[in-house]
């Protein structure tokens, strides 16, 4: 380890107890964890399935990943019944921040040469400067991907203006670019852009640092150390919900199933993950899915248009 391969990862008051702690750097994930001897740091995926293991937890002495609950040594980074073992990274602390080498983590398969092109891709033909937008419909924006895919294969190409747009359904290399995010993989670039504009922006549109401590409050809060607390909170959404529906069959109304099951989705969503208990089933009309029914059409538009500009009764709010 030399001083010029050392990478700083984070200020020391900015990790706060043992960890485990999800970091990056030069775009690898590492997991900081201190130790009796001082910080560990280790690949920071699971070599299982590519977990982060800085969302899992500390037992004891052993890195406990939040999937399938393998442990690794914060010692040597040795799985307990397994051959596979964690890569070390030499880390010290200096001035008051935490400095890891990656060096060894990017010992590894050589890089993927380019067989294709992105115009070697299949796709739909566009028009000069819309390219594929007028195609676009945002109510049915999965049907028209899935049908593109039937057509062209798992792997196609797609113009918005003059951005071009990969689109990929196979699950297996969907599920590699949503490991490899935010260090490889990131949003579409108008998506913080757009939330900031809207007031919405936070988990969902944070990005690199801002994302990952984001990211493990619903992390912690879905822990399978808490599943066992989870199941009455779900009960109890899932006992208003039946009783709703039973008061809405006596009174022989009908009921929109999509629009009860937004509300089952909100209750349990934000009492797991916040602690707080907004009650949309037990509400009237005016609950949060109400707001989500302006907010998320506008958002998609806004994201996929040509020029996204705010329609004219949202201008004249902003003005008065």
């Known amino acids: ?178 490991r490899a995010r935010p260090e490889t993989f990131t949003r579409h670039s108008r998506t913080a852009t757009v939330s900031s504009e809207m007031g919405i922006d936070g988990a969902f549109s944070a990005e690199g640092d801002a994302w990952r401590p984001q990211r493990r409050l619903a992390t912690l809060a879905l822990a399978q150390r808490h599943l066992r607390g989870l199941y009455p909170k779900l009960q109890t959404v899932a006992t208003r919900l039946k009783k709703r529906w039973e008061r809405l069959a006596d009174a022989g109304l009908p009921l929109d199933v999509l629009d009860e099951l937004k509300r089952f989705t909100v209750d349990v969503t934000t009492l797991i993950t916040f602690g707080h208990d907004v009650n949309t089933v037990e509400q009237g009309d005016d609950v949060i899915q109400r707001k989500l029914e302006i907010v998320l059409p506008e958002f998609s538009r806004r994201l996929f248009a040509l020029f996204p500009t705010f329609p004219a009764a949202r201008r004249r709010s902003q003005a008065m």
Not at 9 to 24: F, I, K, M, T
Not at 61 to 81: A, T
Request: hydrophobic share 40%.
């Open 1 to 178: 380890m030399t001083t010029a391969s050392l990478i700083r990862v984070a200020n020391l008051d900015e990790l706060h107890g043992d960890g485990p702690h999800a970091l990056s750097a030069n775009g690898f994930d590492v997991v900081v964890v201190r130790t009796p001897a001082g910080l560990r740091a280790y690949d920071g995926r699971c070599p299982h399935q590519g977990a982060l293991l800085g969302e899992g937890e500390l037992d004891g002495d052993k890195i406990v990943c939040r999937n399938h609950r393998w442990r690794f040594s914060v010692d040597s980074g040795q799985r307990e019944g397994g051959p596979q073992r964690l890569a070390s990274c030499p880390v010290v602390e200096r001035e008051r921040a935490i400095f890891v080498d990656v060096s060894e983590l990017s010992r590894g398969p050589a890089r993927i040469v380019a067989k294709r092109t992105l115009d070697d891709l299949p796709g739909p033909r566009g028009l000069p400067f819309l390219g594929n937008i007028h195609q676009l419909d945002l109510t049915k924006l999965h049907l028209v991907l899935e049908r593109w895919a039937a057509q062209y294969g798992p792997v196609y190409l797609f113009k918005m203006g003059s951005a071009r747009v990969v689109a990929l359904s196979n699950p297996k290399w969907c599920d590699q670019v949503l």
